[in-house]
């Protein structure tokens, strides 16, 4: 599986909402931005519930529009993410990057730029 079928995948589970295909893919100890409420979490089951709390307030999607390796072993995805509000207003529609750091092939963190 190339590294842009594999990270179509996990975007592919957020949107169905897959949180244990999602989490199965990180480490245990997986650092993971808080782009909803702001800060960081760390653990599996905190971005579990970081989740539940984001998608009770804001339906959001994403589509991975592309993904570059770097030579630093880091994985960058360029995104368009859109999100509502439960009442359907448009909280955000438009692009965004994710970095993600590997370890032992897992996503040991991940940022938002």
Same mark, same amino acid.
């Given at each position: &599986?190339? *590294? ?5 995948? %996990? ?9 244990? =295909?999602l %989490? =199965? =893919? &990180?480490?245990?100890?997986? $650092? +993971?931005?808080?782009?909803? *409420? ?12 970081y989740? %539940? ?13 592309? !993904?570059? =390796? #770097?030579?630093?072993?880091? !994985? ?11 009442? #359907?207003?448009?909280? +955000? $529609?438009?692009? !965004?990057?994710?970095?993600? *750091? %590997? ?6 963190? &991940?940022?938002? !730029?």
């Amino acid at each position: &599986m190339t *590294e842009e079928q594999r990270f179509q995948a %996990l975007y592919d589970a957020f949107n169905s909402r897959d949180t244990d =295909a999602l %989490l =199965a =893919a &990180m480490t245990p100890d997986v $650092d +993971w931005p808080n782009g909803w *409420e702001g800060g960081r979490v760390q653990g599996r089951e905190a971005v579990r519930a970081y989740w %539940l709390r984001q998608w009770a307030e804001a339906d959001s999607r994403v589509e991975p529009l592309a !993904v570059t =390796a #770097g030579d630093d072993g880091r !994985v960058t995805v360029e995104v368009h993410q859109r999100a509502t509000s439960p009442a #359907g207003d448009v909280l +955000w $529609d438009g692009p !965004v990057r994710h970095v993600y *750091e %590997l370890r032992d092939g897992l996503i040991a963190r &991940m940022e938002i !730029v």
